[in-house]
T-cell receptor, first 110, second 116 residues
Framework: DAKTTQPPSMDCAEGRAANLPCNHS???????VYWYRQIHSQGPQYIIH???NNETNEMASLIITEDRKSSTLILPHATLRDTAVYYC???????????FGQGTTLQVKP | DGGITQSPKYLFRKEGQNVTLSCEQN?????MYWYRQDPGQGLRLIYY???????QKGDIAEGYSVSREKKESFPLTVTSAQKNPTAFYLC???????????????FGEGSRLTVL
C-alpha cells in the first residue's frame, strides 16, 4: 500500500502558487520523498525529491517539515500546462521501491 | 536523444493470447521497471530489474513474465494467466538500482493494452 496521503483534487488560479500537501507519517529516517506528475495518458514526469532539507529546482520547491511527517510541493506560478495528477511518493527502504498512491489532480484555471 | 521507448503504443489481443510489450532505453541505466496503471488509479509495480540477467517481482507479478538479457532492454510478457490484463503499462529506468539515493525514474510513454 502507498505510504502517502494526498487530497484527491485541488484547484489553482493561473499565475498563482499551487501548494500541494502530502502526509507521510510513517516515513523512516532514510526514506526520500519524491514528487512526480502525470498528464493524461503519458508517462509520469519527475519533479523533485528530498530527504530532510527543503529543495528547489527550475520546476518547483519542496518543503519538508522538521519531523518529516509531511511535505508540500510548491509550483510558484502555475500555468494551464501544470494541470495534471501529482504523485507524492516515499521511496521504500531497503528495496528502494517507489510506491505510487492515487495522487492529487491539480486543475489550473484561467 | 536519450530516452525510453515503449512499443507498441496501442495493442489489442484476444483472451487467452500472450502478448509481449517492448521497452528499450539508451540512457545507460542499470535498473528498469514495469508498472501497471488502471483508470483513475496510481501505478503499481509489476517487475523490476537492477542488473542484467536478474529481476525481482513487484507487488502484482502474477500473470506476467520478464527477461533482462541486455542492459538496454526489458520486455514484459502478459500471459493468458493474467485475469484482468486491460490496462496502461509503463516502463521506467533509473541510473542506479532501487536502493540508490538518486534513483530518479525516467518513464516511457506507455503501452495501452486492450483485451477483446
Amino acid at each position: 500500500d502507498a505510504k502517502t496521503t494526498q487530497p484527491p483534487s485541488m484547484d489553482c488560479a493561473e499565475g498563482r502558487a499551487a501548494n500541494l500537501p502530502c502526509n507521510h507519517s510513517t516515513i523512516s529516517g532514510n526514506e526520500y520523498v519524491y514528487w512526480y506528475r502525470q498528464i493524461h495518458s503519458q508517462g509520469p514526469q519527475y519533479i523533485i525529491h528530498g530527504l530532510k532539507n527543503n529543495e528547489t529546482n527550475e520546476m518547483a520547491s519542496l518543503i519538508i517539515t522538521e519531523d518529516r511527517k509531511s511535505s508540500t510541493l510548491i509550483l510558484p506560478h502555475a500555468t494551464l500546462r501544470d494541470t495534471a495528477v501529482y504523485y507524492c511518493i516515499v521511496r521504500v527502504a531497503p528495496t528502494g521501491k517507489l510506491i505510487f498512491g492515487q495522487g492529487t489532480t491539480l486543475q489550473v484555471k484561467p | 536523444d536519450g530516452g525510453i521507448t515503449q512499443s507498441p503504443k496501442y495493442l489489442f489481443r484476444k483472451e487467452g493470447q500472450n502478448v509481449t510489450l517492448s521497452c528499450e532505453q539508451n540512457l545507460n541505466h542499470d535498473a528498469m521497471y514495469w508498472y501497471r496503471q488502471d483508470p483513475g488509479q496510481g501505478l503499481r509495480l509489476i517487475y523490476y530489474s537492477q542488473i542484467v540477467n536478474d529481476f525481482q517481482k513487484g507487488d502484482i507479478a502474477e500473470g506476467y513474465s520478464v527477461s533482462r538479457e541486455k542492459k538496454e532492454s526489458f520486455p514484459l510478457t502478459v500471459t493468458s494467466a493474467q485475469k484482468n490484463p486491460t490496462a496502461f503499462y509503463l516502463c521506467a529506468s533509473s541510473h542506479r538500482g532501487l536502493a540508490g539515493n538518486t534513483g530518479e525514474l525516467f518513464f516511457g510513454e506507455g503501452s495501452r493494452l486492450t483485451v477483446l
